[in-house]
């Protein structure tokens, strides 16, 4: 039996107008520049759109208007799981406009002696987001530049004083929530395992802990810092240090779910019990917290919508349209599982 597959490019932006009631001009602001035009006319527009299976020919038009029809996500770390729910949440927000994604490890770009903004000079790609605010400051000049900065949004990481758009957790707010937890479960002996030296979520964690245990008339010595990275190797090691102590805390903050995971391993091998010992907890929420044994107590913080919210910036952005904020702050909670209980006594 013989099948025909429609052809999707039977109709033209003049049928769209039409059939959806519109002038072309509003058709071609919905499919290119959806902030441009209401949420109920873009609607609309996309009924008619999805009713006959129409899709715009974005290789043509990006020969006409010098555009990619793409975004490019710059992440410090492809291997890291954290990332992954925020490179879905860029895509939600870029589907809608009919935009493609584009993900590079920016520790590649680096070793290859490239920058991101030679993708958006030859046209590969109309806009960038930054995962990794630990850029070099050559290449943050680049980005500053003034035929650049305008179609570059900073998701989850930033780099300081550099006024670009930024779109971020309260990461101490969540620490204070962790602290506040603790300290609630009977707990004033504390240590912190942190990121790398000089990364901004390691500043901001460190200070919302310290600035938390302050409020409860707690302090953390500097003997009771460790890390070194984001990754569980670093927290296997730093249980291992934190345990030959000769006063051992009675509960660990970790500044990522990978620390914590590490850490609990590690003290696991040690023959220390948590929650019953030590109890842990992490940041960020990723899969595996929920299926850590024991399941992880973290600080949630919503990477999808920081990735979509980033997306929707930068879409705005490239529009045209000024952004009402250069700053937004995504508020995070506490998830109680079973890695945390009372201090032991004495």
């Given at each position: 039996?013989q099948t025909y597959r429609r052809d999707i490019m039977a109709i033209g932006i003049k049928?769209?107008?039409?059939?959806?009631?519109?002038?072309?001009?509003?058709?071609?602001?919905?499919?290119?520049?959806?902030?441009r035009v209401s949420p109920e006319t873009r609607a609309q527009v996309m009924a008619v759109?999805?009713?006959?299976?129409?899709?715009?020919?974005?290789?043509?038009?990006?020969?006409?208007?010098?555009?990619?029809?793409?975004?490019?996500?710059?992440?410090?770390?492809?291997?890291?799981?954290?990332?992954?729910?925020?490179?879905?949440?860029?895509?939600?927000?870029?589907?809608?406009?009919?935009?493609?994604?584009?993900?590079?490890?920016?520790?590649?770009?680096?070793?290859?002696?490239?920058?991101?903004?030679?993708?958006?000079?030859?046209?590969?790609?109309?806009?960038?987001?930054?995962?990794?605010?630990?850029?070099?400051?050559?290449?943050?000049?680049?980005?500053?530049?003034?035929?650049?900065?305008?179609?570059?949004?900073?998701?989850?990481?930033?780099?300081?004083?550099?006024?670009?758009?930024?779109?971020?957790?309260?990461?101490?707010?969540?620490?204070?929530?962790?602290?506040?937890?603790?300290?609630?479960?009977?707990?004033?002996?504390?240590?912190?395992?942190?990121?790398?030296?000089?990364?901004?979520?390691?500043r901001e964690r460190r200070e919302g802990a310290e600035a938390a245990l302050a409020q409860?008339?707690?302090?953390?010595?500097?003997?009771?810092?460790?890390?070194?990275?984001?990754?569980?190797?670093?927290?296997?090691?730093?249980?291992?240090?934190?345990?030959?102590?000769?006063?051992?805390?009675?509960?660990?903050?970790?500044?990522?779910?990978?620390?914590?995971?590490?850490?609990?391993?590690?003290?696991?091998?040690?023959?220390?019990?948590?929650?019953?010992?030590?109890?842990?907890?992490?940041?960020?929420?990723?899969?595996?917290?929920?299926?850590?044994?024991?399941?992880?107590?973290?600080?949630?913080?919503?990477?999808?919508?920081?990735?979509?919210?980033?997306?929707?910036?930068?879409?705005?952005?490239?529009?045209?349209?000024?952004?009402?904020?250069?700053?937004?702050?995504?508020?995070?909670?506490?998830?109680?599982?079973?890695?945390?209980?009372?201090?032991?006594?004495?």
């Amino acid at each position: 039996m013989q099948t025909y597959r429609r052809d999707i490019m039977a109709i033209g932006i003049k049928d769209i107008a039409r059939l959806a009631g519109v002038s072309t001009a509003t058709v071609s602001r919905a499919l290119s520049h959806p902030g441009r035009v209401s949420p109920e006319t873009r609607a609309q527009v996309m009924a008619v759109v999805e009713e006959h299976d129409y899709r715009v020919n974005s290789f043509a038009r990006s020969l006409r208007v010098r555009r990619a029809d793409a975004v490019l996500a710059l992440v410090p770390n492809l291997g890291n799981p954290f990332f992954s729910e925020i490179i879905a949440g860029i895509q939600d927000g870029l589907t809608p406009a009919g935009l493609d994604l584009l993900v590079t490890d920016s520790l590649s770009q680096q070793a290859r002696r490239q920058s991101p903004v030679t993708h958006l000079q030859a046209a590969r790609a109309d806009g960038l987001i930054c995962l990794d605010g630990a850029l070099p400051a050559g290449i943050l000049d680049d980005l500053a530049a003034s035929d650049v900065a305008g179609r570059v949004v900073f998701a989850c990481e930033w780099p300081d004083g550099r006024g670009f758009p930024v779109v971020r957790s309260d990461n101490r707010a969540g620490m204070a929530l962790a602290v506040q937890h603790l300290v609630g479960l009977g707990h004033r002996d504390f240590a912190l395992l942190t990121g790398p030296e000089g990364n901004v979520l390691t500043r901001e964690r460190r200070e919302g802990a310290e600035a938390a245990l302050a409020q409860a008339g707690l302090s953390l010595p500097p003997s009771r810092i460790a890390g070194g990275s984001f990754e569980i190797r670093d927290g296997f090691r730093a249980a291992g240090d934190l345990m030959r102590m000769p006063s051992r805390p009675t509960a660990i903050l970790c500044s990522s779910d990978q620390l914590a995971i590490g850490c609990i391993s590690g003290l696991s091998e040690l023959g220390v019990r948590v929650p019953q010992d030590v109890s842990v907890v992490g940041f960020d929420d990723i899969a595996l917290a929920a299926y850590s044994r024991p399941p992880l107590t973290t600080i949630r913080q919503d990477r999808r919508r920081l990735g979509r919210i980033a997306a929707e910036r930068l879409l705005s952005s490239l529009s045209g349209k000024p952004l009402a904020e250069t700053l937004t702050t995504l508020p995070v909670e506490i998830v109680v599982r079973r890695s945390t209980a009372a201090a032991p006594a004495g």
